[in-house]
């Protein structure tokens, strides 16, 4: 079985390597985490320090996974579901936008830059733009670097 | 914990930019991690074996694969786990490729995130726990949305197996958009000799309803138990005593815009749309009834000889129980009106769609099939004159992103070139008839042929070029163009231009799906699940996909469409019983508050007030109810409900493991 | 309301002097305070965008400069001037790099964020088609005009305003509340040859005479434009392209400001329709004649109609006296 | 027989991109801008065949071509593209590019284009008169306009006697700067 190890082993490419962000992608499975999957199918290339769970609606997210998230040393935090009106299970993205949009206006307060969390809508037709999301999210992060003192 | 890890080279789709081999001896590292291998092919049949057998000899009891999406394999591969006597649920996917190796060049950087995201999927196989699905009884009576030629040949091919169907069509008579067409493409054979039958065996069959005149309002519930809320427009007329006698149409003294004839003809007010409607009753458009506006008139009520008419009828609401349904709303032709305006936007009378000119070729249509200068048309004292020299331009609507539609709408070639022969048969062979194209899309069973006759056997002249502007001159349509192969401009004197409008989404098409929870394309087409895999699907269980609302369609595909579909439904109305997914929601009583949250929340009813034997109420989930959504998870203040497959525990660990450091 | 910056440029000084007259008067009249733009120089118009970009962009910018002295906001009625001045607006405040350049060859630099508006979206804006509609004296419902824009003012939508390139209708709006008969034609847009008027007659006579031909298939008295080269080509030029191209058409061309102006109630004189080659003034008295004819027909039919009701009411009441006569008896 | 020439077509597209924010590989060749240009009977090449032309990199002979020269930038061939391509600013681009190389082509609008720059980098503003003195000299063509001379000046449309505005000095070295500009980029 082909390639050498050597290679992958070496910690060139590690996430904690110089000038690198950790980012956490949250996705709802039906919308987002299936325009990744086009995003992929279609070659469209994206950055590196970008890492996704997949949950079954973004209703089902709990702002302490984010926060746990930035506890655990995470730079940003993206949340990507369906567009309002489309979610899967008819309202869960309603609830979803409810709770971040707290989470939202609370993360500065914690001292956290707006740049650090986002969340939107990426419908499993949009490949192209989840690419141009995730982008220009982790650009935004890269900006402001690593957060200084990794705990809460 | 014996966890089995196996990383796949997908041949060099994963191999080129991860290294399967090395990544596959790191995750040997990870707590838990008894066994890990790479394989070329995971999904292939050696590659589930390897995965079968490592199972029974290292005795695994948890399973990852690093390979492709979970769209594409997870079913396989629990499938596979399951052979080797292994829970299914007891399995996670790291999707490697899609997620990373397809979107990563440099191979170190893709081997690294590759070891993450295997990681995260070790860390979530961890938390999991063999879950059992449940069975539920399954209702087999199927909701057809849509009565054209799509809805039609689902329903019959349903109804022959002995199911009952319930079609519900917006307008007062099935048949859609196949009926407006004169004859159809490559054979050129009568659109309603073929279609009109269809439409009354519907009618005939004991299994079908039609509910025409009628729409979807709300849908609930769940594959093999939908509930659907239908509201029957009012149509002023008493179908149960209507007798389709036409009598009131010819004595209606209001007139009406005819939407069946494209708006190139005006019908009454009350009206029956076609003569092979089915079902043939009558309705009014109260927007132009005399009576309705000016409070006088009641024309057709004194003529009806079933004294149908009922002024005061409303609309009827009720609710019907299926366990599948099918989609097949189909399309509009694009409204070329709005947007091309360099062509008069509609202003000029001898510049048409190709639809109102397929009405015009109807025999059945408002000129009986004589193909005349619309300007001509419908005056005193004149005339109507026939075109000497018919123009059709291609693309409309197509292929043209300054109007918001990059695609091919599929039909308008063929259907132009049909049109081109038509008009050469109707008006003679000395007509010169002119096609402007940008590319010829002839792609189906003697579709080229088709087109070869129409311009060697037919003298039809095509022209590879566009044209930039229309407007009149002197009576004539001037047509300013461009033949790009003589790299010329060309100026045509035409007496009438056809313009290919292509397929639109049907209006309304973004809402109905929103009612439906089904996903839809920026351009308003139903999206199916998996465009090779599960075409007919979509993405929520029960629910499939019939004819161009899915995408633009001719008329053959569709019927081939249509009866896949209908296959795929009795495939899952065969079984009594359905498995339902075991990832649903659980309640830790002993925690619960009782604070309801979780039923005011839940989209689905699925928690209920459950009494225990001290009388105490606790929240508890109706497992054949619940579609796991998670909300109620994410909203109870105790956090005493979890989400099993996808628990609170198994995400932190996911981020707390790849965050790890 | 901060006076605004006036931008008359080069051919509205002499060539199209009409068309400054007459806007200036409407401006005032409708109570607009302007300021003419000190020591303006020629916006460069398409020799100098087709020359050098630096170039264009700089001598548009230079005028920008001497606006911002006035104010924030700076009126170009002549489209072409109109154009440069926003493509160097738009291309200036969005990119801080090129306004570096720009002013690196300018004596002073321009620092500003003047915006520039076009006549029509000016008139549209800042008066208000609604009030504009109140103001008309003269009635000029018999004058059949069509609106043509020519290139600049429809293309692209992104400089002009308008929502489409093929069917602008601002100058249709502003025509109807001025009170005139504004018929629906193919032509708006269909470029009339302007930029190669001098060196490519052969270009600007086809294009010209295809306006003017179509201008009469749609039954118009005049032809109405705000573009100073479009009017040169258009009705200075017309006895040369009918020579040229053996026609023989007589159509006059009028200035949107022109039209309005005798809507407002200024003469013929005041609005220098001398000025032009084909002379407007009898189609616009005539039109201006009808209209009070058909006013007067129109007063005397409601009289008629009035008299017989009087009538009516009058028998009405006489029979029934009548029958109460012989009810007595 | 022509020869592609792939170097120049990589080089012309990026540059038309980063230029003019208009791709030409995104041409599907329908001939919509040829067939709307008013001024196509004057040109050797139709646009459309200008765009294949930038597609595979025959740019030299585009630089050369009347077409570029003759183009009266009334964006109709833009405002109707399908594939929304700037088609007139992609002509007008190559127009700099071709008058910056001195690129001279047997028609009147460079020389008058050129005698209208020196004109107002002379007075400030436009001289109408002497403009058309000067490009009917240097045009060949004496008796061009004569015409209309006379019914313009009785109507006071034409200004005989030139007079230098305020700004005049400013635009003259604006001129020089950018033209200087420009021969060096070229």
């Not at chain 3, 965008?49 to 264009?56: E, F, P, R, S």
């Not at chain 3, 009028?254 to 013929?268: A, K, P």
């Not at chain 3, 201006?288 to 409601?302: H, L, N, Q, S, Y």
């Not at chain 4, 001289?127 to 240097?138: D, G, I, P, S």
Request: one cysteine or more.
């Amino acid at each position: 079985m082909a390639q050498a190890t050597e290679k992958a082993t070496g910690t060139t490419a590690s996430w904690d390597g110089e000038g690198r962000v950790k980012v956490v992608g949250i996705l709802c499975n039906w919308c987002s985490y299936a325009g990744a999957d086009g995003a992929g199918t279609a070659r469209l290339r994206q950055p590196f320090d970008f890492r996704i769970v997949r949950v079954p609606c973004t209703g089902r997210i709990d702002p302490l996974h984010i926060l746990k998230a930035f506890e655990k040393g995470a730079d940003g935090v993206l949340v990507s579901g369906c567009h309002p009106g489309d979610c899967h299970y008819a309202e869960g993205n309603y609830y979803a936008r409810r709770k971040l949009e707290l989470l939202e206006r609370m993360l500065p307060q914690l001292g956290f830059e707006p740049e650090r969390f986002k969340y939107t809508w990426v419908s499993a037709s949009e490949a192209q733009r989840w690419q141009q999301v995730v982008t220009e999210f982790i650009k935004g992060v890269e900006k402001l670097g690593p957060r200084e003192g990794r705990a809460l | 914990m014996r966890i089995g890890v196996f990383v796949c080279h997908c041949g060099t789709n994963i191999a080129a930019t991860v290294d399967s081999e090395g990544i596959a001896a790191r995750a040997g590292e990870l707590k838990g991690v008894v066994h890990t291998e790479d394989i070329i092919y995971t999904c292939s049949e050696p590659g589930q074996q390897a995965i079968q057998q490592a199972i029974r000899e290292k005795n695994l009891d948890r399973v990852v694969v690093a390979a492709c999406s979970p769209h594409m394999h997870e079913v396989t591969f629990r499938r596979t786990v399951e052979g080797a006597g292994l829970n299914p649920y007891l399995f996670e996917m790291a999707n490697i490729r899609e997620h990373c190796s397809w979107i990563h060049a440099d191979k170190p950087e893709g081997s690294e995130k590759a070891y993450d995201l295997i990681k995260m999927a070790v860390a979530k196989v961890r938390d999991l726990e063999p879950l059992y699905a449940n069975e539920v009884e399954v209702n087999k009576d199927v909701l057809v949305i849509g009565g054209g030629v799509a809805g039609i040949q689902t329903a019959l091919d349903l109804a022959e197996a002995g199911l009952k169907v319930t079609v519900v069509e917006k307008e007062t008579t099935i048949g859609g958009t196949m009926a407006q067409l004169d004859k159809t493409f490559p054979t050129i054979d009568c659109s309603a000799c073929i279609l009109t039958p269809r439409m009354v065996d519907c009618a005939q069959h004991e299994n079908i309803e039609i509910m025409a005149y009628s729409e979807v309002d709300r849908v609930q519930g769940y594959v093999g138990n939908f509930t659907v809320d239908i509201r029957k427009k009012a149509s002023m007329v008493d179908w149960d005593k209507c007798i389709g006698c036409e009598l009131c149409q010819q004595k209606c003294p209001a007139k009406a815009p005819d939407a069946f004839n494209e708006g190139i003809a005006t019908t009454k007010a009350i009206y029956i749309p076609f003569p092979q409607a089915v079902p043939k009753r009558a309705a009014i458009q109260v927007d132009y009834c005399r009576w309705f506006q000016e409070g006088k008139c009641r024309v057709c009520e004194r003529v009806c000889p079933a004294d149908a008419i009922d002024y005061e009828q409303q609309d009827e609401y009720m609710q019907k129980e299926f366990g599948a349904i099918v989609v097949a709303t189909g399309q509009d032709v694009f409204p070329w009106e709005e947007y091309y305006h360099e062509y008069g936007s509609g202003r000029i009378p001898d510049v048409i769609s190709g639809l109102q000119y397929e009405r015009m070729l109807n025999a059945s249509g408002p000129t009986h099939g004589h193909v005349v200068r619309p300007s001509t048309m419908g005056q005193k004292d004149v005339e109507p004159e026939e075109p000497k020299t018919v123009v059709f331009i291609q693309c409309i609507g197509s292929r043209d992103e300054s109007v918001g539609r990059p695609y091919c709408s599929n039909v308008c070639c063929m259907y132009t070139a049909k049109q081109a022969i038509l008009t050469k048969d109707h008006v003679g062979m000395e007509t010169e008839v002119y096609v402007f194209y940008i590319d010829i899309r002839a792609f189906g069973k003697g579709y080229e042929e088709f087109v070869k006759r129409a311009q060697t056997e037919f003298g039809v002249k095509y022209v590879r070029g566009r044209v930039s502007k229309l407007y009149e001159e002197r009576g004539k349509v001037k047509v300013r163009g461009m033949d790009t192969l003589l790299g010329k401009q060309v100026e045509i004197d035409a007496d009438l231009v056809v313009l290919a409008s292509g397929i639109t989404a049907a209006d309304g098409a973004s809402e109905l799906a929103q009612r439906l929870n089904i996903s839809y394309d920026q351009y308003g087409f139903f999206k199916e699940s998996h465009p090779k895999l599960r075409p007919l699907e979509t993405n929520t269980a029960g629910i499939f996909l019939a004819g161009a609302c899915q995408a633009p369609k001719d008329i053959p595909t569709t019927v081939a469409q249509a009866s896949g579909t209908a296959a795929k439904v009795l495939g899952l109305l065969a079984k009594d019983k359905l498995k339902t997914s075991p990832m649903i929601a659980r309640v830790d009583q002993s925690r619960c508050v009782s604070c309801w949250k979780c039923i005011e929340v839940c989209p689905f009813g699925a928690p209920e007030k459950e009494e225990l034997r001290d009388g105490s109420y606790k929240s508890h989930i109706i497992e054949t109810v619940c579609q796991g959504c998670g909300i109620c998870v994410a909203t109870c203040p105790v956090n005493c409900i979890d989400l099993k497959g996808f628990g609170t525990q198994s995400v932190l660990d996911q981020i707390e493991e790849v965050l790890l450091t | 309301m901060a006076g605004v910056a006036y931008y008359p440029g080069c051919s509205l000084r002499h060539s199209a002097i009409e068309f400054d007259r007459s806007t200036r008067i409407v401006l005032e009249s409708l109570g607009i305070d302007y300021e003419v733009v000190k020591d303006w120089t020629c916006c460069g118009a398409s020799p100098a965008h087709m020359t050098n970009h630096l170039l264009a962009q700089a001598l548009a910018t230079r005028n920008l400069r001497q606006a911002a002295k006035i104010g924030e906001e700076l009126l170009a009625p002549c489209p072409a001037c109109y154009q440069r001045e926003k493509n160097a607006e738009v291309e200036v405040h969005a990119d801080a790099d090129f306004r570096a350049e720009v002013n690196e060859i300018m004596d002073e630099p321009y620092t500003g964020e003047v915006r520039v508006w076009s006549l029509p979206e000016f008139l549209k804006e800042k008066v208000g088609l609604a009030t504009l509609a109140k103001l008309p004296t003269t009635d000029l419902s018999q004058l059949k005009v069509v609106p043509y824009y020519g290139c600049l003012l429809a293309r692209p939508t992104e400089l002009t305003g308008e929502c489409d390139t093929e069917q602008p209708m601002i100058m249709d709006q502003l025509l109807a509340a001025a009170g005139a008969d504004v018929v629906w034609w193919n032509y708006k847009t269909e470029c009339c040859g302007a930029s190669v008027g001098v060196p490519n007659k052969i270009i600007q006579q086809r294009l010209s005479e295809k306006i003017l031909s179509q201008a009469e298939e749609a039954g118009a008295d005049a032809i109405v434009a705000a573009c100073p080269l479009c009017h040169q080509n258009l009705d200075m030029r017309q006895h040369q392209l009918n020579d040229a191209m053996g026609t023989s058409h007589h159509m006059p061309v009028l200035y949107l400001t022109q039209v309005i102006g005798l809507g407002l109630g200024f003469t013929v004189k005041e609005m220098m329709l001398d000025k032009h080659l084909i002379d407007p003034t009898p189609v616009v008295e005539r039109a201006i004649a009808k209209a009070a004819e058909v006013r007067a027909e129109a007063e005397r039919k409601a009289q008629e109609a009035a008299e017989k009701a009087r009538k009516k009411a009058e028998r009405k009441k006489q029979e029934a006296k009548a029958k109460n006569v012989e009810e007595r008896e | 027989m022509i020869r592609y020439n792939p170097e120049q077509a990589r080089e012309y597209r990026e540059k038309l991109i980063e230029e003019v924010q208009a791709d030409v590989a995104e041409c599907y060749q329908c001939g919509n801008c040829s067939a709307g240009c008013p001024a196509n009977f004057t040109f050797d090449y139709p646009p459309n065949q200008l765009m294949r032309m930038l597609q595979v990199g025959l740019v030299d002979e585009l630089l050369h071509s009347k077409s570029v020269q003759n183009c009266i930038q009334c964006l109709t061939c833009s405002a109707r593209c399908p594939r929304t391509i700037d088609v007139a600013g992609i002509i007008e681009d190559l127009k700099t590019i071709a008058a910056a190389r001195g690129i001279a082509v047997p028609e009147h609008v460079e020389t008058f284009n050129h005698a209208f720059l020196k004109n107002i980098a002379r007075f400030g503003q436009l001289n109408e008169a002497l403009l058309l003195v000067r490009f009917n000299l240097e045009s060949g063509q004496p008796f061009n306009d004569a015409g209309l001379g006379m019914p313009m000046l009785t109507r006071g449309k034409l200004d005989p006697i030139p007079r230098r505005a305020a700004g005049a000095g400013e635009v003259r070295r604006i001129y020089d700067k950018a033209m200087e500009k420009a021969r060096w980029q070229a």
